[in-house]
């Protein structure tokens, strides 16, 4: 009885079925067997009884399956909204990266990895130059392609390891772990050079893009505010250079 309430509609019948012919079959061997014990009657009155019983146990079993499976597709639900629900939370609807909640999330936890291992990790703010100009000359829409190419090439640049999030207008923060300054501003050196080599096509027009970025190291011990502040004012000075270059704040 208690079984089948966890069982299908379509089992539940089946095992109503089966108990029902099984008892039958009991009841028929006791009247054919023994007549004088087992009246015909009675034990036909209790066969009828045992098929209302038996009928109405499986419907029910019937019901608590249907509930089930609607609770099952509404926790279902629930999950596709929750996980749609964090991802609008962390990714730019835009680009498609991280977005600065998020990035500031993984770079906090990255400080805390690097206090305990001790390892070195480096940051870098990535800025489109000229940005305001192709939004003026080429319009808006064509300046969201221009983000979402540099997403790309900056996405398709870097480690697999590392990351890169949109961080606001047209600033990139990128991370890189486990690396020295020096292969840090190499890996940011790719990446502007692959910058320069992806034009932006938009409707009739075909423009380039440039970028300068600024690395810092992450000093133990820091703030990650603090290490984004001297990425900013490398990236300060590469702009402030020509454009089109990478800066590292431990050099200037």
């Given at each position: ?23 039958g079959l009991a009841m028929y ?118 983000l979402r190419v540099v997403a ?101």
């Amino acid at each position: 009885m208690f079984g089948m309430f966890g069982l299908r509609a379509v089992q539940a019948w089946l095992i109503g079925g089966y108990s029902v012919l099984a008892f039958g079959l009991a009841m028929y061997s006791g009247v054919r067997a023994r007549p004088d014990i087992y009246d015909p009657r009675v034990q036909l009155a209790y066969f009828i009884c045992l098929i209302l019983f038996v009928c109405g146990l499986t419907a029910v079993s019937q019901r608590v399956a249907a509930m089930r499976d609607r609770l099952r597709a509404q926790r279902a639900e629930l999950a596709a909204a929750l996980e749609r629900i964090s991802l609008l939370a962390t990714s730019d609807d835009l680009t498609g990266l991280p977005n600065r909640r998020a990035m500031s999330e993984l770079l906090e936890r990255e400080r805390q990895r690097s206090d305990r291992a001790g390892h070195a990790w480096c940051v870098a703010i990535l800025d489109i130059d000229h940005f305001k100009r192709i939004n003026d000359v080429h319009g808006h829409a064509a300046g969201d392609e221009a983000l979402r190419v540099v997403a790309r090439v900056c996405a398709t640049t870097i480690r697999s390891c590392d990351a890169v999030a949109r961080w606001g207008g047209e600033e990139f923060v990128l991370l890189f772990r486990d690396v020295d300054p020096a292969h840090a501003v190499a890996a940011a050196e790719r990446i502007r050079a692959s910058v320069a080599a992806s034009p932006v096509s938009f409707g009739a027009s075909t423009f380039g893009l440039t970028a300068s970025i600024g690395v810092a190291t992450h000093q133990r011990g820091d703030e990650i505010a603090q290490t984004l502040s001297r990425a900013d004012r490398a990236l300060y000075t590469a702009k402030v250079a020509g454009r089109d270059r990478v800066r590292d704040a431990a050099i200037g």
